[in-house]
């Protein structure tokens, strides 16, 4: 987590930009010189996710700390959208960005380690180690409770840098279905947002945030500021932004005085600003560029100053 | 999920294996063999998972109506891994068995409509459908509502074979931190398992049962016979059994008056069962195969006979 506070201060940008590729988000001449060289197939599919990734990628990796791709739509194109997703993480991180796989992956014991290793940590072969994905972050689901997070705590344990972002309040709106229940007079994301609190509890970073954040939905922004309050170790990553329909000021409240405590995720309304401006989107990566420095000022006007 | 119904009373076997492949369970032969051909990599382990997948398969085929490949231990291995679990998926399918992906995916919207099509449906490239990994079963995390299962429901529309697990009590030691939680007089597992009869009210099959199914562990034998009794609609999976310490007394609770009504897993104890027997794991697939059947033989001596 370390990592990206210190990343988020020397930029002034809590934001992160989601790589959550769709056929219909790619323009079409990268899906055409893609589907030239290797076919109208899965195979070409994932060559186009990659070449689009890249792209936005060198737009926006001098301003924007961070990247969160959603593992879903790299597994829509089968393993070799999961090789596009190892591409891209390798790629972001050669252009310095740190890189959260947004998976909400959530097991027990064994299967969780083996999560946690695939994701955050290696793989050992005889004496070599090799690195499968090889994220900064991950999401996770901390539904099976201590035993789904114990084994990624272990993973990151002497590595600061890494972090997980464990459901809490999350922005769709029946979220409310289970986690809006009562437990006596908290909330069940209450109560996650508290177990978020105790795993973190042994290593909490220079900037007082530790390496277990939470989901908090920028749609809900009562529950954000209250769980602000309520959570002063936890980090929060905060989708919902743009095309979920939160904005700067709904945000606001996952921001501690020092401008710090959360970054804002938005994924569609940066991969497809191009097709607002109406061209054939060659543009496409200026326009997401555009749309990221619209975003963080949006954003910026409504927190503290953020300093480390 | 009738097909799996229809499979388990077929082959009057309960019963499900994981497969769970670590580098530790497979024998030294076909790590060797594997490494040789493709080197002490990520590739190579993947190859030697694929080869001893395939064996258990054959194995067990003629007895055991399902298998259940767990997605982390493929991702450990990277990509290739992930290749080799699809490879494993079409294998299982090519011998008659039903394939429970155990992912534990849980999302809203378009990304887990993503996550449904990878697993459970297909990919749509220009006028081509591609299956990007065709599982018949998912398991799934429930935690953000209906609108993260809203999408499974669609791609399951019209497909009564398809099926869908969603997490109610797990049978691990920590999971009563949240799902044992009391909202009201219910537990948040009693809750979870209300949202999966309702929302697999409306495809309800031949058996009794609807596509959405339930985990519940067999590591908690009250809990599943009072989820048996409330839940009447909806199937469950048990995981626990064996290596986890549930046995077919504990697992008993799970069925009905037909002896349906669940399916129970064990990974560890029938993939190492060649470990107790001294060799050097030559035999490791016949092994498999008496653990498989040992262990229907011990639930079965538990349950009602099953008939459809």
């Not at 994905?133 to 901390?142: E, M, P, Q």
């Not at 509890?201 to 277990?212: F, L, M, R, T, W």
Request: hydrophobic share 35%.
């Amino acid at each position: 987590m370390e990592k990206l506070i210190r990343k988020i201060i020397e930029l002034q940008n809590p934001t992160v930009v989601g790589l959550d590729p769709t056929l219909d988000y790619i323009p079409a001449h990268i899906k055409e010189e893609a589907f030239a060289e290797h076919g109208k197939t899965l195979k070409g599919a994932a060559e186009a996710y990659l070449r689009y990734n890249m792209e936005i990628i060198d737009a926006i990796c001098d301003v924007v700390p961070a990247v969160k791709p959603q593992c879903a739509f790299y597994e829509l194109l089968g393993w070799r959208g999961v090789k596009c997703l190892a591409k891209t993480i390798k790629y972001a991180h050669k252009r310095g960005m740190y890189v959260i796989t947004d998976g909400k992956r959530g097991d027990i014991g064994s299967t969780m380690q083996a999560y946690a290793n695939a994701h955050l940590g290696e793989m050992a072969i005889g004496e070599e180690s090799f690195i499968p994905f090889g994220a900064d972050a991950l999401t996770v689901n901390g539904y099976l409770g201590t035993d789904g997070i114990k084994p990624l705590l272990d993973v990151m344990q002497g590595n600061p840098d890494k972090g997980i972002f464990v459901l809490a309040k999350t922005s769709n709106p029946s979220s409310g279905e289970l986690q809006d229940e009562k437990i006596g007079t908290d909330t069940v994301y209450d109560r996650m947002g508290d177990l978020c609190e105790k795993w973190g509890a042994e290593n909490i970073g220079k900037y007082g945030y530790s390496q277990v954040g939470a989901v908090v939905g920028a749609t809900y922004p009562e529950q954000l500021r209250e769980l602000r309050a309520r959570l002063s170790h936890t980090f929060f990553l905060v989708p919902g932004y743009g095309a979920q329909g939160g904005g700067g000021r709904d945000v606001a409240g996952a921001f501690d005085q020092n401008g710090l405590g959360g970054i804002v995720n938005s994924s569609r309304a940066v991969l497809t600003a191009w097709k607002k401006k109406g061209g054939d989107g060659r543009d496409f990566a200026k326009a997401a560029y555009e749309e990221a420095v619209r975003m963080r000022d949006d954003i910026l006007s409504y927190i503290p100053q953020i300093k480390g």
